[in-house]
């Protein structure tokens, strides 16, 4: 026998469930179990955001000419480097407790600063540095590390710089050195010219893409984040399934940083950045940067201003794009629905009663307006 069709998915289930426990069931019992249900809807939303609330995914494609992190425990890089320039360099963190000298013209003069060395080979970053990497337009990559004063830093080196050296096989392939050369120091600045290709790298550690246009105190031009576009994403409750929960994208000289939590001083999170730096002959300009990091929201402050400051998924967000919601969600709210109805079928009756008991009362008492006053005995 062919029939109707039944409805099939999240959709039709939640209409032939209301359809089997509307019959027989008096209006005012279905107009009762409704507002009881919409009163109850928030406390739902609530708790399945609170179901729902994790650690965000964070991806970040800008192009900046600034990027600072300090890199954490076990948080190593090694990166590759020709044609560099080796402008500063100390085995030993500075010592707070030097005094102050202030130098004079006369002095500089005749004590002049350390003679550049050229160095070409694979740069190490240590953990506990801190690192920035800067190039403005199309100039030289310049590359500062400095150790943290730390109880770690007397035994791990905020950086190692190993040089070329030619391989034993008689060939002229050249390789990182080993040992020989290799120099462990707690402060750098290195200047690296950008030739026919590019410097790719990667850095993990916590601080902020872009600079302080608003804040210089140097005689330059502070370095910028030029734009890009910043994405929130999620994973589905039922499946390893990422979607976008919302998308924003950056403008020139935004400063950007991802929280770790929604406290009142926050701690940035953990980030880690691919960066690809192209010459000019590749008409390249900054830095690429493709970053992720998981937290709990997106810190962007633009020209001071932090009107734009923890930016994060709110939860019609995440009820929105949730895919599994688009059946949860009505589920939920059929069932609670039903579960209305169900606990009005002993009490609706009884306040009927109730109501029209009342009712009768009411129209059986006289109104003092209409009954004549009574007259006494004797007028």
Known sequence: MSGAPTPRGGRGLPAVLLGSQLADRPIGQILLALAATLAAL???????????????????????????????????????????????????????????????AETTMDAPGPTPEPFSGCLEIGPHAEVTLRRQGVGSLWITVDGLDISQRDTTPAVVLRPLTVLEDGSLSTQCASSQGVQALQRITLEASIGDLPINGSLQGRGKIGGDPYFSG??????LLRGGEARVMGRRLLFERAYTLMQTPLHLGDT???LGSMNQDPEPALLT?????????????????????????????????????????????????EPSMQVILPLAITGLFV?????????????????????????????????????????
């Not at 140097?218 to 370095?223: D, G, R, T």
């Not at 633009?302 to 709110?314: I, K, L």
Request: net charge positive.
């Open 273 to 321: 950045c691919l960066f690809s730096i192209e010459g000019r002959i590749m008409n390249g300009h900054g830095m690429e940067l493709s970053c992720h990091a998981n937290g709990r929201a997106l810190s962007i402050t633009r020209y001071g201003d932090r009107s734009r400051d923890r930016m994060a998924p709110r939860p019609w967000d995440v009820l929105i794009n």
């Open 42 to 104: 928030p406390l739902i939303l609530q708790l399945l955001t609170g179901a729902l609330e994790r650690p965000y995914a964070f991806y970040i494609n800008a192009n900046s000419e600034v990027l600072r992190l300090t890199t954490q425990e076990n948080a190593a890089a090694s990166w590759f480097i020709e044609n560099a320039t080796l402008v500063r360099r100390a085995e030993t963190l500075p010592d707070p407790d030097m005094p102050v000298i202030l130098t004079t």
């Open 339 to 379: 579960f209305m109805l169900r606990l009005l079928d002993g009490g609706y009756p009884w306040l009927c009663r109730r109501l029209r008991r009342a009712g009768r009362q009411a129209a059986a008492e006289p109104d003092d307006a209409d009954t004549p006053p009574t007259r006494k005995s004797g007028d």
């Open 256 to 258: 950007l940083k991802v």
């Open 218 to 223: 140097i005689a330059q031009s502070p370095p």
